[in-house]
């Protein structure tokens, strides 16, 4: 009987110290964006605005947020850049914290026109998995970058055209000019 008991105290002893165990677990948890946030671009999602993560010329931003007294520990997000999947974390020279939000929102900087996939965090702080959030807040369009004209084809094969016949007329020209001095 003493021996049941002393089993079910330890057992009962492990289960409460696994109890803070697992409430602590919630630190560090990973978060992703909301479903309807990701596949946007920054033209095509809802809420634009350029104060807190300006764009600079060729570039839109996109400003990310975790909710509560979190604080992000680490960041990535996949972005689709010029046809190719491109990830951006924490440590990136695009990944900027505005001076009122450092350790609360994050800016990334992309080129102009990218998909944003999906963004995901981990963090630290009192909150469970059920009222932490993580979001994409708005994001800034930023102008293209100029375009650089091309010059159409028919313009250029008369105009190269016009060099070669030129050239050779002119080389023939000397020609006849250095032949007719010599037999002066």
């Avoid at 007294?69 to 974390?89: C, K, Q, R």
């Amino acid at each position: 009987m003493k021996r049941r008991l002393f089993a079910l105290l330890g057992m009962l002893a492990l289960v409460f110290l696994a109890l803070p165990a697992a409430s602590a677990s919630a630190d560090g948890t990973d978060l992703h964006i909301k479903a309807d946030q990701r596949n946007v671009t920054a033209g095509g999602f809802v809420t634009q605005e350029c104060t807190t993560c300006p764009a600079a010329d060729g570039y839109d931003t996109f400003h990310f947020v975790i909710s509560d007294s979190l604080t992000i520990t680490s960041f990535s997000a996949t972005f689709l850049v010029n046809g190719s999947e491109v990830t951006y974390t924490l440590a990136s020279s695009n990944v900027t914290s505005p001076a009122s939000q450092i350790g609360k929102g994050l800016c990334v900087s992309v080129p102009s026109g990218s998909t944003l996939i999906d963004a995901s965090v981990s963090y630290t702080g009192a909150a469970t998995n059920t009222t932490a959030q993580f979001n994409l807040s708005h994001t800034c369009v930023g102008t293209p970058p100029p375009a650089v004209p091309e010059a159409p084809y028919a313009v250029l094969i008369p105009l190269t055209g016009l060099l070669v016949v030129g050239g050779a007329w002119a080389i023939r020209r000397r020609r006849n000019t250095r032949s007719l001095g010599g037999l002066a």
